[in-house]
């Protein structure tokens, strides 16, 4: 007749009054607003994001279409597992970035080891390179700031 006795277990009694506070959750999601990046996401994007810059600015890859252009990478998303890393690119100048994208796609394997060796994490991330719109976002709402429509309205005199 085994008796579960927390006094057994961890060498003290367990009374109800105990002074020790619950954990706290480690990120709730019940309010309904977005939950954002942790810290340790956002370090482990940086990192990489820093590592794949060097690595295409000493053209470790040898690829004919990355040895023509310049690429920036802006943005690295990490999931929340940090089992994958989105990389968000943009040619210089933003032309060529299908030919880009897909020869960065096909070193993939290559990129995958750089960066185990670089990042010390249980598991290296797959990573996926995707197109950066936040370039033709800024464009485009500087294009209706410079709006003849909008212009009338910031030049109305109250």
């Keep these: 007749m085994a008796k579960n006795n927390s006094k057994a277990r961890s060498g003290r009694a367990r009374d109800d009054d105990d002074d020790r506070k619950p954990r706290p959750k480690a990120r709730a999601a019940s309010s309904g607003a977005p939950v954002g990046p942790t810290q340790r996401m956002l370090r482990v994007g940086e990192m990489i994001r820093h590592e794949l810059s060097a690595v295409l600015a000493r053209g470790d890859i ?10 920036t990478i802006p943005e690295v998303r990490m999931s929340s597992d940090l089992k994958l890393a989105t990389v968000y690119i943009m040619p210089l100048g933003g032309l060529n970035i299908e030919p880009v994208v897909e020869a960065l796609n096909g ?5 995958r080891s750089i960066i185990a060796k670089a990042v010390n994490l249980k598991f290296a991330p797959e990573v996926r390179f995707r197109h950066d719109e936040t370039f033709d976002e800024a464009s485009r709402i500087d294009a209706l700031l410079h709006s003849p429509r909008v212009r009338a309205d910031i030049e109305k005199k109250d």
Aim: glycine share 0%.
């Design 107 to 111: 070193h993939k394997k290559y990129i």
């Design 62 to 71: 040898h690829d004919e279409v990355l040895a023509a252009t310049v690429v």
